[in-house]
Every structure is written in C-alpha cells, then in structure tokens.
C-alpha cells in the first residue's frame, strides 16, 4: 500500500465516511444524543423566541464563556504546580498572587458582571407600550388565564393555554389561589414566582408564532411535576379572531348525545365547580370548561384533549393526577360517552 493510500484510507475513516466510526466519536455520539435535544424544542432556555428569553441567553452564553476562560486558567495552575520544578513552583507561592488571584479577579469580575445583570434587569422589566394584560392565576394544579377586556368588552377565562399575538407584549399580572407556585415558559421570558396576597407582574412577548411549554417552577404539592402550560403565539388578527371565539357562550348542543351529555353535566355534580358560559354551570373553583374543546391539553398539560381522555380524566383523575381537587367520577358508560362527547363539542 502507498503512503497516498493509507493517507486517503486515514482520512475516510476519521471522517466517519464509509468505514466504521472512529473510538472518538462513538464515544462523543451517546453525549451529544443526550445534551443537543436539550438545546431546541419548545421548552428550552437556549431555543429563545422573544426578546426577553433572548437577553437572557445571550447573558447566559457570556456567563458560561467566562466560567469556561476562567476554569482553564486555574486547571492550567494546577497543572503547572504540579509538574513543574521546585523553583519555578515557588513563584506562585507569593502573597501578591493570592491576593491578585484571589481577591482582585473575583472583585473585577463580579462587578462587571453586576453591571450587566443590572442592564438586563432593567431592560427586560421596562413598563411595555400597549402591552395585552392577562391575568394568570396559580392554582394547584393548573392555570386560570384570563384576558382583561376594557369597558365595551367583558373579560375572556380560560385555562392551561395562554394564546398571544406575536410581537405584541403581554403584561402578565400572577397571583395564586394557593401555595406559592412559579410561572416560567423559558423560551419567552424568565420566570417569576405567584406569592399569596401579592400580584407580581411579568412581560412577555414572542417574536414568531410557534408553541412553547412552560412549567410551574417552585415545588407547590404532589402534583407540581404536572403542572405545565402551553403558550400559543399567533398572528395579530387570528389572535382577534380567536379571542372573539372565547368571548362567545358556549356553543348550543348540536344533537341528542351532546343534549344527554349536557343533562348529565348538570346532573352530575360538575356545576359546581365549573363555568361553562351560556348554561347553569358557574362554578369557580375548577377550569372554565366554555371552550374546553379548543385547548390542546387536558389537566395542565398531562393529556393530549381527546374524547377518549376526557372520558379518562371523568371517571379516573385521582389516578391520573393524584391528589388533585377533583374526585373520580365512576358512571356507566353510555352516560360518560355522552358527558366526553358533549366536553369535546365545546370548541
Ligand atoms: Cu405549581 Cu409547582
């Protein structure tokens, strides 16, 4: 073989082309699976969609260079007070550098970074320009979202969804029914915690339409793992339009299965604890149910809203969810196909 050869053998090989991958990058692969899905997607500190998120991970990419710079800069002192000789090592064995390494650097570091932290701070809590106020309420374990309307228009409650027009701010009022609970969606802003008898508020906004997952990020009881939101962001005028849907009453049964199940809503004990707008049902203390059809998800984010999992959800929360404010609901079957199919037709 000539040495051209071996060259271009060598070159295929470590470029991963037709031959087995090198021991390196077998190696690297099983990192690299586990770490890069955590860079994109719709939950996702590194993946920012709106301005806020976006100063914060170019604040936490300057953060991570420095601690990088300054974590080889001592490992290389290590390494020098290890291997080199006696004398040389001596060197660093001077006051002046302790005291330049140990006190001034820190001092001159934090401070810049002080610095930043307070520019950042103060850009991303600017009061807005006509910002959409929304008012989210923690509960355990799910989110009450409603849209403030001015004097001509009543407000619009709904839950675990948050829909907002791109590129408008969303001036978020947070506040808790309960125990302290957090509201982060990190691909849009920073998180910020909902503290009884206080109201805190938060401005968001997202720069392209898409769907982001946010989670409650302070422990709030059993269930605070499974209280997720969605934030749904739209074009202005399909914002207006869907807005408009959610200020309408619910929508009339269209036949005699939605009609039962309806009858079974009342009868069963579900008013009292939901709303559904255009009905008798007011209840306050679970999810505004007028809408529920539309929304992606079911309790908080844990069920994808079908018909099979509202049924689910009916006659088994306490499984799903246990611990959560609603009991099971055990019927037979053909009256929960109808209540399902009814909750279902509440687009
Ligand atoms: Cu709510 Cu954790």
Not at 64 to 74: D, E, K, N, R, S
């Amino acid at each position: 073989m000539t040495g051209s050869n071996r060259r271009h053998l060598r070159r295929n090989y470590s470029a991963g082309g037709n031959g087995a991958r090198p021991f390196k990058a077998r190696l690297a692969l099983p990192f690299a699976v586990t770490a890069l899905p955590g860079c994109t997607g719709i939950q996702s500190v590194l993946d920012p969609r709106g301005p806020a998120a976006s100063t914060i991970a170019d604040l936490s990419w300057a953060m991570f260079a420095g601690a990088g710079l300054i974590f080889l800069l001592v490992m290389g002192l290590l390494a020098y007070s290890l291997l080199a000789g006696g004398s040389r090592r001596e060197g660093l064995n001077v006051n002046r550098f302790i005291f330049s390494g140990g006190v001034v650097l820190p001092i001159v570091t934090l401070s810049i970074l002080l610095f930043f932290v307070f520019q950042i701070a103060g850009k991303i809590t600017k009061e807005p320009e006509d910002p959409l106020i929304v008012e989210i309420t923690g509960h355990q374990w799910w989110w009450e979202i409603r849209y403030i309307g001015d004097e001509s228009q009543q407000d619009v409650t709904t839950a675990n969804e948050l829909h907002l027009p791109v590129g408008r701010p969303v001036k978020l009022r947070l506040r808790t029914e309960d125990v302290i609970h957090s509201f982060w969606i990190p691909s849009l802003a920073g998180k910020r915690d909902m503290v009884p008898g206080m109201d805190n508020t938060l401005v968001l906004e997202a720069d392209t339409t898409g769907l982001f997952r946010g989670i409650c990020n302070e422990f709030c009881g059993a269930q605070h793992a499974l209280m997720r939101i969605f934030a749904v962001s739209m074009p202005a005028a399909a914002f207006e339009e869907w807005l408009a849907t959610q200020r309408r009453p619910a929508q009339e049964p269209a036949d005699d299965l939605l009609q039962r199940g309806r009858t079974v809503f009342n009868e069963t004990g579900c008013i009292a604890c939901h709303t559904i707008r255009g009905t008798a049902a007011r209840g306050v203390t679970g999810p505004d149910l007028t809408h529920v059809g539309s929304r992606r998800t079911l309790a908080a984010g844990v069920l994808r809203n079908t018909r099979a999992n509202l049924a689910a959800w009916i006659v088994s929360s306490q499984h799903i969810k246990p611990g959560n404010k609603m009991p099971d609901y055990p019927m037979e079957g053909e009256r929960l196909l109808a209540l399902a199919a009814y909750l279902e037709s509440l687009k």
